[in-house]
Structure formats: structure tokens, C-alpha cells
């Protein structure tokens, strides 16, 4: 077998693989489906809170979480799980209907939210 059959031959298995791990679903990122989900998820992540009203991002990409002490959360996906980040002093900017959130978390990536142009506008001044 020549060296190029054998570079061929690898190709052609790494394509392979990656497409039987997009068949099987490894590549889907997780979507928050509704407001219950989004408040278990905080709820569970941070003893003693106790969620009061939330908003969800119209494609499920995130969501935002008060609490009945005035606490706000981040609740979105990475990678194939969800993650809770409580916002202390996010960096917020607001463009129409979409909401940036930032959390103070040097590593933390930044989460856009469609959530509409009135929920963006009542939640930017909020945070």
C-alpha cells in the first residue's frame, strides 16, 4: 500500500467518524424549551433561590431568571449541558430586540438574547 492509499484511507475514516457522530446527535447544542425549565435549572444550581420571573430568548439559546430577592441568573447551554451564572455586574448592551449579557467572569463567553424589543428594553434596565 502506497503512502497516499494510506492518507486516503485516513480521510475517509475521519469523515466517517464525524458523520456517524452527527448522526447519533453529538453535535446538537441544547435549547432552554420553556420558562419551567429555565427556573428548575437556577433553582437547582443555587441553594435557596427561589425564582419570581424569567425570560427566555425566542431561539431557546438562554434565558434570564429573577429571583424574589432581587437576584438575576444566566441560565443558557455550553456545550452539551447547561450552565447557572449568577450577574452581579454584568456587561449588558442592547440592540433593538437583542440583549447581550456578559457576566463578570473573565472566561465566561457572552450570550445573545432575542427576546424582543420590549423584554430587552424592561430587562437592560433592569441589569
Known amino acids: 500500500m502506497s503512502r497516499i492509499d494510506l ?7 475521519v469523515a466517517m467518524l464525524v458523520l456517524a457522530a452527527r448522526w447519533l446527535g ?3 447544542v441544547p435549547a432552554i424549551a420553556s420558562d419551567a425549565l429555565a427556573q428548575r435549572l437556577a433553582a437547582d444550581a443555587l441553594p435557596g433561590f427561589v425564582p419570581a420571573d424569567t425570560v427566555r430568548s425566542r431561539d431557546g439559546a438562554g434565558a434570564l431568571v429573577a429571583g424574589h430577592d432581587g437576584r438575576v441568573v444566566l441560565v443558557r447551554p455550553l456545550g452539551d449541558r447547561f450552565v447557572v451564572r449568577p450577574l452581579s455586574r454584568p456587561i449588558v448592551a442592547r440592540a433593538g430586540a437583542v440583549l447581550r449579557v456578559r457576566p463578570d467572569e473573565l472566561m465566561f463567553p457572552e450570550t445573545a438574547l432575542d427576546l424582543g424589543e420590549a423584554a430587552a428594553a424592561r430587562w437592560a434596565a433592569r441589569l
Open 7 to 13: 492518507l486516503l484511507f485516513s480521510v475517509i475514516g
Open 26 to 28: 453529538f453535535a446538537r
